[in-house]
T-cell receptor, first 117, second 112 residues
Framework: ETGVTQTPRHLVMGMTNKKSLKCEQH?????MYWYKQSAKKPLELMFV???????ENNSVPSRFSPECPNSSHLFLHLHTLQPEDSALYLC????????????????FGPGTRLTVL | KQEVTQIPAALSVPEGENLVLNCSFT??????LQWFRQDPGKGLTSLLL???SQREQTSGRLNASLDKSSGRSTLYIAASQPGDSATYLC???????????WGAGTKLIIKP
């Protein structure tokens, strides 16, 4: 496997379900990101992890819960979602700059298409 | 607050034409600007990255320019092909909060 992988690629869930999205990067990066992409809207940054520590949480509802057990894996745990949460969820990674701050170029996974019924 | 705008939202041209996609941003304090390509239902592929100190970058038939002072970037595609059909997104990386701010994209259709 190379690059950034995401599973599952498609997910349909009810509002009372609990599910998790998984992202894995094989690039040796140490920063990882979750983005939400809704139709015809700009990508929205949800969470950022640098060296496994969460550094950004852009006012994301608590029904989305990220987990970063190591620098190669990132999860997004979902529970009691709403239909408006249906979107493409994209994971990305980048090589952090040891002098401070995430690096510039981000590499993206293929995304998980989530539908909430 | 940084805002990134891409015009037009959609563009359809015949195969073989040269074309230009536009991206504008309101805050010139950017670290760099990236152009991405997204195929339907798929993730993003980075095409070109221009550092704030650079004026342009080229890769094959693609050329991206950056005019930081006027808050504009263009993506030039030469001799367009049907395989170029995709949504093209630009994003600026901010010095202030180390985040990518995205445009909504231009959906490009190249007609055979």
């Amino acid at each position: 496997e190379t690059g950034v992988t995401q599973t599952p690629r498609h997910l349909v869930m009810g509002m009372t379900n609990k599910k998790s999205l998984k992202c894995e990067q094989h690039l040796g990066h140490n920063a990882m990101y979750w983005y939400k992409q809704s139709a015809k809207k700009p990508l929205e940054l949800m969470f950022v992890y640098n060296f496994k520590e969460q550094t950004e949480n852009n006012s994301v509802p608590s029904r989305f819960s990220p987990e970063c057990p190591n620098s190669s894996h990132l999860f997004l745990h979902l529970h009691t979602l709403q239909p408006e949460d249906s979107a493409l969820y994209l994971c990305a990674s980048s090589q952090d700059n040891l002098a401070g701050g995430p690096s510039n170029e981000q590499f993206f996974g293929p995304g998980t298409r989530l539908t909430v019924l | 607050k940084q805002e990134v705008t891409q015009i037009p939202a959609a563009l359809s041209v015949p195969e073989g034409e040269n074309l230009v996609l536009n991206c504008s941003f309101t805050d010139s304090a950017i670290y760099n600007l990236q152009w991405f390509r997204q195929d339907p239902g798929k993730g993003l592929t980075s095409l070109l990255l221009i550092q704030s100190s650079q004026r342009e970058q080229t890769s094959g038939r693609l050329n991206a320019s950056l005019d930081k002072s006027s808050g504009r970037s263009t993506l030039y595609i030469a001799a367009s092909q049907p395989g170029d059909s995709a949504t093209y997104l630009c994003a600026v990386f901010m010095d202030s909060n180390y985040q990518l701010i995205w445009g909504a994209g231009t959906k490009l259709i190249i007609k055979p």
